[in-house]
């Protein structure tokens, strides 16, 4: 078994140690002896979309998203499309996420989006969305909760055939206001947290691991369980956290 990860633009969208994600996912295969290989690519490269199972986008500051955006709509757009319908994992983060959709609204700029999901987001009059947050997520049949924090600016609104990720327990999601959470399309998720993510929510990152190797291999393995005390105790700190205000 093999996890192949490609990290878009690591060196602009890495706000708040989302590098951590990678280290996270190579620990855990290392761990059981399944392979990892990764990839980073930036601005001006093509990607292709065969090479790699697990394609990760990070969190950045407006102006990472204004380096980034037209460069990866113009040169990724197509690949990330073909691998996304083919099964592969997208797992964007905070302004990576707002990158999924079809644009970043800042007063009269606007960035350009992927498109690979239905959803907007716009800069709007009212304070940064800041803070611990707790979302429950519905995957194969089973509610489990995902603890992190969020920092932006932006809000984002799904288009009324787009799946949220979660729904919000505390804190503000995508925009405050419809108490929903990120976005979810096969395996292409977005979401507004960081924590790192993948440390605080383990038992996503295995999720998302078994889900890039069946990409690959056709059949979901069944992963090792390890002993994950610290892990367990980081998800109850961050979940703690956020129901504490
Ligand atoms: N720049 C975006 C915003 O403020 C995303 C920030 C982030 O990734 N934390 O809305």
């Not at 929903?180 to 996503?204: C, F, M, Q, S």
Request: proline share 4%; glycine share 14%.
């Amino acid at each position: 078994m093999e996890l192949r990860v490609l990290a878009l633009y690591p060196d602009q969208m890495n706000i708040y140690a989302d590098r951590g994600n990678i280290l996270f996912l190579q620990r855990r295969c290392e761990w059981r002896g399944i392979r990892f290989s990764h990839a980073t690519t930036g601005p001006g490269e093509s990607v292709d979309p065969g090479a790699h199972d697990f394609f990760y986008l990070g969190g950045g500051q407006d102006r990472d998203q204004r380096a980034v955006a037209a460069d990866m709509v113009a040169t990724k757009r197509s690949a990330l499309a073909s691998a996304v319908d083919d099964g592969a994992v997208l797992l964007a983060v905070c302004g990576g996420y707002q990158l999924l959709g079809h644009s970043y609204q800042l007063d009269a700029e606007r960035l350009p989006g992927l498109g690979l999901v239905d959803l907007e987001t716009v800069r709007e009059e009212g304070s940064r969305l800041i803070g611990n947050v707790a979302i429950e997520v519905e995957m194969d049949g089973e509610k489990q909760v995902l603890a992190g924090f969020e920092n932006h600016g932006g809000r984002t609104y799904l288009g009324d055939g787009s799946i949220p990720l979660g729904r919000v327990l505390s804190g503000f999601g995508n925009n405050g206001q419809d108490g929903l959470e990120g976005v979810r399309r096969g395996n292409l998720i977005g979401t507004y947290l960081h924590g790192p993510l993948l440390p605080k929510n383990a038992w996503l990152a295995d999720r998302l691991i078994a889900l890039a190797i069946e990409r690959r291999t056709g059949s979901l393995p069944r992963l090792e369980p390890l002993d994950d005390r610290l892990e367990e105790a980081a998800h109850e700190s961050a979940r703690r956290a956020a129901f504490s205000g």
